[in-house]
């Protein structure tokens, strides 16, 4: 908590700062903190009343969903399908196969950067048709 809030809470800290003030200051300091506060106390009534329209209309959804005979729950099964996006491709086949440096014998798809090894045997003149599976 500030220092401020700490004095603001303290009856006694009150009475030591207002020994400070005159009351006209007072007052308009009482006048521009009632002023906060019915800001404050009409910014929640009105998401209290923004929440509670909100849930009527949440009721009334429920109501036509039910009366067209579906239940909440497979409505959200069948929102949580779609969400879920498109099923994942599968894995290419492999189209080449190579030997590596240490001897190795791997495959590639074609897709992406070439391997060192095939791209070694291309600038000494196979063609990829060598690679072949």
Do not use: C
């Not at 500030?2 to 200051?25: G, H």
């Not at 521009?32 to 329209?53: F, G, S």
């Amino acid at each position: 908590m500030s220092l401020i809030l700490q004095k603001l809470n303290n009856i006694r800290s009150l009475r030591a700062m207002a020994r400070e003030f005159s009351i006209d200051v007072l007052e308009d300091m009482l006048e521009k903190l009632r002023i906060v506060t019915e800001e404050k106390r009409a910014d929640q009534q009105e998401m209290h009343q923004e929440r509670m329209q909100q849930q009527e209309k949440i009721n009334a959804w429920l109501e036509l969903i039910k009366a067209d005979g579906l239940s909440p729950e497979e409505l959200l099964k069948a929102n949580s399908a779609s969400a879920q996006g498109p099923a994942k491709r599968k894995a290419r086949p492999a189209k080449y196969r190579f030997t590596d440096t240490d001897g190795e014998v791997k495959t590639w798809t074609g897709q992406g950067r070439t391997p060192k090894p095939i791209a070694q045997a291309l600038a000494n003149g196979k063609s990829m048709d060598d690679f072949l599976i």
